[in-house]
């Protein structure tokens, strides 16, 4: 039986002849095309001998798989989604969303020559860091600056340049670990220094770093704890407080901000964390923060503070192993002019914009969608709800938002959620009540049409 139906499988050349092979071809590439076929003569070979399969499939039924398969396979593995979920720096979703605004002077950049390492006017080469010291000198008062790839790296080659072979005295309370297992303490060891680990969990005093200071100590290091919160019976160090005792025992004073902001945003509900500015204001020598979380930039790790420190960093040998690509500066930059009106950020910054969005505006957008769903086979309901910052910010504090609640009369909301993941433009949203959440924190106005022809084709 398997012998005979073996026998009935098309030769892959005569599949290949074929008038809608050829249009498949011209459509994507005679390689992948003979590659699905291939896999799927071998799929159907594999299921006959395991007597999964009665009879082979026709060549119309043939081609419609190898089309699904192409068609798949040629997808990019990395592309858009749409966040309903009310996180506004979703880790997993990429964070920050850039600005449009931006998008002439990234493509700009990235399609022609640039002076990336050209200084034009001396008419020799230049340095790739030169592009964004005015405009962060501008916004935080810097004396100096320097950008690599994550915040992580901006921690380790602060102190691998500074502190080499010094120990670091650091809270408790503030040996963070964030995603992806990054330990202070880990990165404290790999950068060559030794962790001096003062006070307890909850508490530390001025005294606790006193009491540590000796003739190997290099620097006091403050954490951003920035995935979490202690609360009660709490007591921590202030950033004047750190640099003066620095300062007294000619030590280096840093702070690694985390997310860091130039920003006020307790006016929109979030409790009030320092600026970059108010903490480079206290006399802190380094701050280090990243690009793509409260900022709303490129993934990028911030390096601001005193000239003479940033210069021996920019001579550091790891300097070029975690340094920024052109993009990345191009973005950046264009990001943050946008900074030097507060309106223009709040409003053309996405993740700005989405932490500043009234009540208000927020049910005027549910109101519009909930119209635009109307025809669905869904019961539809506007609801307040919670939403959050995300990204390791503001840890324990949510921000106050609306969303549209969709019950289907047939489907559960695991079955919508899972259809929804598999439609051309994924939507992640949420489940509550056995309802999808749909947030208008950061659920765009601009994918309500998207997400209703999601909702209709999965609902067929």
């Known amino acids: 039986m398997a012998k005979q139906l073996l026998s009935k499988i098309p030769a892959i050349n005569k599949i290949l002849l074929l008038g809608k092979t050829k249009e498949l071809i011209n459509s994507y590439s005679e390689v992948a095309v003979k590659s699905a076929i291939k896999n799927y003569i071998d799929s159907i070979k594999q299921d006959i001998l395991n007597e999964e399969l009665k009879e082979v499939p026709t060549l119309e039924e043939i081609l419609d798989e190898v089309t699904k398969i192409v068609e798949q396979e040629d997808k990019n593995s990395l592309r858009r989604i749409i966040n309903a979920t ?13 600005s449009q605004k931006i998008k002439e002077n990234i493509e700009s950049v990235a399609f022609n020559y640039s002076n990336l390492e050209f200084d034009i006017e001396n008419k020799k080469r230049g340095s790739r860091y030169v592009h964004l010291t005015d405009i962060i000198k501008k916004l935080t008062g810097a004396e100096d600056v320097l950008v690599v790839n994550n915040n992580a790296a901006a921690v380790l080659l602060t102190l691998n340049t500074l502190v080499k072979d010094k120990e670091i005295v650091v809270s408790r309370g503030e040996l963070v670990e964030i995603g992806g297992a990054f330990r202070i303490p880990e990165i404290i060891k790999l950068s060559g220094g030794v962790p001096i680990e003062v006070g307890t969990t909850n508490k530390t005093h001025l005294k606790d ?8 100590t290099g620097a006091l290091l403050k954490v951003h704890t920035s995935n979490y919160k202690i609360l009660g019976f709490t007591k921590d160090v202030s950033n004047e407080e750190i640099s003066y005792l620095a300062r007294e025992n000619n030590l280096v004073s840093i702070n690694d901000l985390g997310s860091g902001q130039f920003l006020d945003f ?21 701050v280090t923060f990243s690009g793509d979380k409260l900022l709303g930039g490129p993934q990028a790790g911030v390096i601001v503070g005193k000239k003479e420190y940033i210069e021996k960093m920019k001579k550091n040998q790891l300097t070029r192993t975690l340094r920024v690509d052109k993009m990345t500066l191009a973005a950046l930059e264009a990001t943050l002019k946008l900074y030097l009106d507060e309106k223009e950020a709040l409003e053309h910054i996405p993740t700005l914009h989405m932490i500043s969005l009234s009540k208000e505006r927020l049910f005027g957008k549910a ?15 506007i609801e307040d709800d919670k939403a959050e910052v995300g990204g390791g910010s503001y840890p324990a504090s949510y921000l106050e938002s609306v969303v549209v609640k969709l019950t289907h009369s047939t489907l559960s909301s695991t079955e919508v959620e899972r259809r929804l993941l598999e439609v051309d433009i994924p939507i992640i949203t949420r ?5 999808i959440i749909l947030d208008m924190r950061t659920l765009r106005t601009r994918e309500f049409d998207i997400v209703k022809a999601a909702l209709e084709e999965v609902t067929k």
Do not use: M, W
Not at 266 to 272: R, T
């Open 86 to 98: 009310g996180t506004i720096l979703h880790t997993n979703l990429g964070r920050s969303l850039l």
């Open 209 to 216: 770093y006193e009491n540590a200071i000796n003739e190997q």
């Open 266 to 286: 307790s006016k929109y509900g979030l409790p009030y964390e320092p600026t970059v500015k108010e903490v480079l204001d206290s006399g802190i020598d380094v």
């Open 367 to 381: 109101d519009v969608l909930k119209r635009k769903l109307i025809d669905l086979d869904f019961d539809i309901k």
């Open 431 to 435: 489940i509550k009540d056995n309802s």
